[in-house]
């Protein structure tokens, strides 16, 4: 003990050693109290982890340097020999020779021994911690909160983002913090982009992510997608459209059992300039867009992620959010030209939430009183009811701060509003050398079965409340 005291004392001849002692102490402490916290339940946010693992870690580090750096310099001014110092700081005692060495070696070397565990002990505990959810989306605050806000209601809700964004073994590690340190500075400096670009270039290959869970050429049998839509008629009329994707090698997953290269003009891959496909036999076609072949681009082998692009965190746009709220009857269709107002509401561009919870509100009351003054005590719940879930899916689906809003990203599958989908390739302005294009007739992906074909009164598709049986509407 007196001799851990002497260590102590002897350790801290100036400024430098006893800052860098207090700043161990403070980490160790520190560390020892947040954990407690966490293992026992009390604390357990983002904020604390941040602290805990991050944080401390660097003030531990610092400490060490200081004190490396506060003996350095006593041993400068001294002018002695290491040898002759170290013995008039430590005492002749510590450096005695022993069977194990002296005891100032004994001490060091434990010292050492003891700054390695912790310093490991706790990466191993940071690096388990930056692989959950909760730290990606929310550790840099607002960045990626679109992603976490879609990501928790997606198919892959229970998907850590890892999962998908870093690749297997040393290297997707390494390189997935690489990629992760520029985003910590980016982030804190204020240099990223918004809104943030998909990450295509750096994402790892679908076989090493997907691949963990999906078999590439499974056969997923039939699958029938059914759409109900709702006109921006006084009715808010829906139509339904039905088709059976075959969702196998044979069908719309042909691209999962054959090779495509293509090249877009950016990584948005939306402007295909070129694409090829190479046969079982190796043969090669290539169909190229008029004026395509000598412009400079990024050509990538197509996988799962030129499709399925936002399957971990999927935007709707306003259209498909505001059908959503009809379908489900959170929006109540007897409204009078409803839908084409909830549209109106949600895509104007607000300048803050605030002003768009107020004025969502302030468009559609605004609108019922004038249109229809007589019928506002019995329309007035729907209203409101209307108003509520519309500003809820305002703050769903749009993030000023970050630059995503209504459409910023879109789907790279089938047909959707923004954006061209297959049609990227399956096109009439993509041909091969005999002129003949990528195939886009209508039942090269799927059987149509019904195109916004009315939806007769009466008639509710599967898994719609019956809000067209209901009594005529009233209004
Ligand atoms: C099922 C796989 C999957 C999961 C899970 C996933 N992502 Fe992604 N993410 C992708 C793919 C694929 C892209 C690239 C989109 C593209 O190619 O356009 C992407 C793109 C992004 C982007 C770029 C902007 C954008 O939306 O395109 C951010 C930011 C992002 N992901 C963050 C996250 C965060 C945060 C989580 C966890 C909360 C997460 N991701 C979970 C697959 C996934
Ligand atoms: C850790 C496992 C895991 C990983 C990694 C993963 N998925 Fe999934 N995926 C699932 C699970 C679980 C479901 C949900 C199945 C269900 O709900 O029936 C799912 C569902 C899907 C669906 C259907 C639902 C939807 O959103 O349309 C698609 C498409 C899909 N995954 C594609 C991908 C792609 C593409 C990747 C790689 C970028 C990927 N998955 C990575 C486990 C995973
Ligand atoms: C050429 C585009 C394309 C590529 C490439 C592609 N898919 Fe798909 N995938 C589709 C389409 C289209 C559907 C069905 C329609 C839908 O769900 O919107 C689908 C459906 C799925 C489903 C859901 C099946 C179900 O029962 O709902 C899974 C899972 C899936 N794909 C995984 C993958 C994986 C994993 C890869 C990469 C090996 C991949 N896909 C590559 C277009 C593609
Ligand atoms: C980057 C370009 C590109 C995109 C995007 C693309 N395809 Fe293709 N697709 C091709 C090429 C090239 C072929 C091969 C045509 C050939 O060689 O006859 C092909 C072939 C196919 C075939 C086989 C056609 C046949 O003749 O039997 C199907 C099915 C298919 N694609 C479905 C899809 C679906 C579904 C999507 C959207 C989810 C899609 N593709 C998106 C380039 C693309
Ligand atoms: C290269 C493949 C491909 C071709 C060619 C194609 N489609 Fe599609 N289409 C799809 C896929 C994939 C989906 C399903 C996407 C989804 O699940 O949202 C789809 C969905 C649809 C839908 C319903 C979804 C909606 O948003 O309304 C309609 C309608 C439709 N297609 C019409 C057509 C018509 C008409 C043609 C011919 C001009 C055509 N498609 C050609 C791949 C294709």
């Known amino acids: 003990m007196r001799r851990l005291f002497r260590v102590l004392h002897a350790i801290t001849p100036n400024g430098g050693g006893t800052v860098g002692l207090a700043l161990v102490g403070s980490a160790v402490f520190l560390y020892a109290l947040l954990e407690w916290l966490i293992l026992t339940g009390d604390l357990g946010n ?17 400490g060490l340097a200081a004190i490396g750096g506060g003996l350095w310099w006593s041993w400068r001014r001294s002018a002695l020999s290491p040898r002759r110092w170290a013995a008039s700081r430590f005492g002749e005692e510590l450096l005695a020779p022993a069977t194990w060495g002296s005891a100032l070696a004994l001490i060091t070397a434990a010292g050492a021994i003891a700054s390695l565990a912790f310093l490991g002990g706790s990466s191993a505990r940071m690096l388990h911690f930056m692989e959950q959810p909760a730290f990606c ?20 809700a229970g998907v850590a983002c890892v999962e998908c964004h870093v690749g297997e073994g040393i290297k997707g590690l390494a390189v997935s913090k690489i990629h992760g340190s520029w985003e910590l500075i980016s982030v804190t400096l204020d240099l990223y982009e918004r ?41 808010s009329t829906p139509t339904r459209s039905q088709l059976a994707l075959d969702v196998s090698p044979r069908g719309v997953h042909w691209h999962t059992a054959h090779r495509v290269r293509f090249a877009s003009v950016d990584d948005a891959r939306e402007v295909v300039l ?10 090669v076609r290539r169909f190229t867009r008029e004026g395509g072949r000598g412009a400079s681009a990024e050509v990538r082998e197509m996988d799962c992620v030129d499709c399925h692009a936002r399957t971990g965190h999927r935007f709707a746009t306003a259209e498909e959010t505001v059908d959503r709220l009809l379908t489900d009857g ?3 269709r007897r409204l009078p030209w409803i839908k084409a107002l909830a549209l109106d509401a949600l895509q104007d561009s607000w300048p803050s939430e605030e002003a768009a919870m107020r004025g969502i509100e302030r ?13 506002l005590p019995e329309l007035g719940p729907a209203i409101d009811q209307a108003v509520a879930a519309l500003q809820g899916a305002y703050r769903q689906g749009t993030f000023r701060e970050v630059g995503v809003s209504w459409g910023t990203h879109q789907d790279l599958i089938g047909h959707p509003a923004r954006g061209q989908g297959c ?6 302005k993509l041909v091969d050398e005999a002129g003949q294009p990528v195939p886009f007739a209508c039942d090269t992906c799927h059987t149509l079965r019904a195109w916004d074909a009315p939806l007769a009164s ?4 599967e898994g719609m409340p019956s809000l067209a049986t209901s009594a005529e509407p009233a209004l």
Request: one cysteine or more; aromatic letters at 8%; proline letters at 7%.
């Open 330 to 332: 959170r929006v109540d």
């Open 274 to 283: 070129w694409a090829e496909s190479e046969r079982a036999d190796g043969a």
């Open 458 to 461: 009466g008639l509710v598709p």
């Open 423 to 428: 049609f990227r390739c399956h096109q009439e």
């Open 137 to 156: 989306g929310t550790a840099c605050h607002t960045v990626m909160e679109p992603e976490w806000v879609a990501w928790h209601g997606s198919a892959h």
């Open 363 to 375: 468009e559609l009351w605004g609108s019922y009183q004038r249109s229809h003054p007589q019928q």
């Open 195 to 235: 809104p943030i670009p998909a990450p295509v270039a750096s994402l790892p290959a679908t076989d090493e992510t997907c691949g963990r869970c999906h078999v590439a050429e499974a056969d997923h049998g039939v699958k029938v997608v059914e759409r109900v839509r709702y006109g921006l008629d006084e009715a």
């Open 46 to 62: 983002m904020t604390t982890g941040m602290v805990l693992y991050l944080v401390v870690p660097v003030v531990f580090g610092a």
